[in-house]
């Protein structure tokens, strides 16, 4: 991310200058970019760390064999990390739950609010299946001994069998529960438990180092006119328009 730390300099360099911008040519601006050296060794691992953290695990392979950068983990594990997303995306929480304590019964056992939010997971997909009675059953012998240990779970739980309140979940305040964004919203918070069991970020570093591009060129915006990036699916410099 070089043109990350080109943006800063010039932001720090251009910090005690006049209120009027200064106009930075591209001719200027290129040359700041090829003065900094970045290994592409570096970059490399930053690859490798968005493959390992996303599950991308044969382009992970591939690339490993490629460019001859070691991932921190064993890619193996990244199978097994991905069958249990893929189960709570499926909303087959059941498995999903067995699989984990497969991999660590630890993540689990630590984290209680990964375990409750998985078993309102299963209580989601129950009513979403109309299993009324199933669902108030387990409902009330999994879920609310544990409302009434932590107030948060017990609103989660409120809110969860509101559902069961509505015929039409279009009407129902609370029906973005049964959403495929709920699935996925738990199925990121397994993944990120199970990298952080293994000593592993549970987020990429990609994107944050574009989101830190992002801040750098608003920052620098205000006080030059300078190419910048306008498209991350491109980045091709824009001239400045003045």
Not at 34 to 42: F, H, P, Q, S
Not at 222 to 241: F, G, V
């Amino acid at each position: 991310m070089s043109l990350f730390w080109v943006v800063v300099g010039q932001l720090a360099a251009i910090e005690t200058m006049s209120t009027s911008k200064k106009m930075i040519t591209r001719e200027e601006w290129e040359k700041k970019l090829n003065d900094l050296k970045i290994r592409k060794e570096d970059m490399n691992k930053l690859v490798m760390n968005f493959l390992v953290t996303e599950g991308y695990v044969e382009a992970a392979e591939k690339f490993r064999m490629e460019s001859g950068t070691e991932p921190d983990i064993d890619l193996a594990t990244i199978t097994d990390r991905m069958a249990v997303k893929k189960a709570v995306q499926c909303g087959n929480v059941e498995d999903a739950i067995e699989k984990v304590n497969d991999l660590n019964p630890e993540i689990l056992d630590t984290n209680p609010q990964l375990f409750f939010h998985l078993q309102q997971q299963r209580l989601i997909e129950l009513i979403r299946n109309g299993k009324v009675e199933e669902a108030l059953e387990f409902a009330q012998e999994e879920l609310a001994p544990r409302g009434e240990e932590n107030q948060s779970f017990l609103e989660e739980l409120e809110r969860t069998v509101a559902l069961l309140a509505f015929e039409d979940v279009s009407n129902c305040p609370v029906g973005e529960l049964l959403d495929i964004s709920q699935r996925l919203k738990t199925a990121s918070e397994v993944n990120a438990a199970i990298l952080t069991s293994q000593s592993h970020e549970k987020d990429p570093k990609l994107p944050s180092l574009l989101k830190m591009l992002i801040w750098a060129q608003n920052q620098l915006d205000e006080k030059a006119l300078y190419p910048r990036i306008n498209d991350l699916s491109n980045a091709m410099l824009e001239d400045p328009t003045t």
